[in-house]
């Protein structure tokens, strides 16, 4: 069975900072993983879906990175800013063909002080 | 967001009473999604649909039903809810390799 697992669970830096969020999952048959973001209150907002054959994909301040074969991760934010306060999760879908079920981790909050 | 109105937004009912949420789309896409996110158990899948018609069980379907007879409603029932069933309810949307988009979530309690 996938298991998702992100640490921290919670991170709390001053603006300004460039940060790094991960996630490791225990199968790496994968199809793709894909970051989100959740505002309190509020559904999820896709970031980044990464395919298992890409290494990386990037939109403006976020960078994210996959090790595949190592089960692994990385959510990169350059120059933090408050507004980049909420909760991220990472979810992995597995390679089936049959719908596109993902596995969440719990999230990592995160807190970017003014 | 994206096309996704989920309905009611929050509803209060006792257990054993029958309850029925709803999720629309306007997208046109093919896959639709019931999770429930619980502290501790962060999301988890409840039911999809790949199609009208088409549905299949989650990682939690015990204590669920669903339904879509048109391609922009997917719905979520409760037969007799119980307190466990408490929870925050989120739709989403795909189509297949692509990015899932969710809606704002309702949420229940089962008193």
């Known amino acids: 069975k996938q298991e998702v697992t992100q640490i921290p669970a919670a991170l709390s830096v001053p603006e300004g900072e460039n940060l790094v969020l991960n996630c490791s999952f225990t199968d790496s048959a994968i199809y793709n993983l894909q970051w989100f973001r959740q505002d309190p209150g509020k559904g999820l907002t896709s970031l980044l879906l990464?395919?298992?054959?890409?290494r990386e994909q990037t939109s403006g301040r976020l960078n994210a990175s996959l090790d595949k074969s190592s089960g692994r991760s990385t959510l990169y934010i350059a120059a933090s800013q408050p507004g980049d306060s909420a909760t991220y999760l990472c979810a992995v879908r597995p390679r089936e063909t049959s719908g596109s079920r993902l596995t969440f981790g719990e999230g990592t909050q995160l807190t970017v002080n003014p | 967001d994206a096309g996704i109105t989920q309905s009611p937004r929050h509803k209060v009912t006792e257990t054993g009473t029958p309850v029925t949420l709803r999720c629309h789309q306007t997208e046109n896409h093919r896959y639709m999604y019931w999770y429930r996110q619980d502290p501790g158990h962060g999301l988890r899948l409840i039911h999809y649909?790949?199609?009208?018609?088409?549905?299949d069980k989650g990682e939690v379907s015990d204590g669920y039903s669903v339904s879509r007879s048109k391609t922009e409603d997917f719905l979520l029932t409760l037969e007799s809810a119980t307190s466990s069933q408490t929870s925050v309810y989120f739709c989403?949307?795909?189509?297949?390799?692509?990015?899932?988009?969710f809606g704002d979530g309702t949420r229940l309690s089962i008193l």
């Open positions: 649909s790949y199609g009208v018609k088409d549905t």
């Open positions: 989403a949307i795909s189509d297949l390799g692509q990015p899932q988009h």
């Open positions: 990464i395919q298992s054959s890409q």
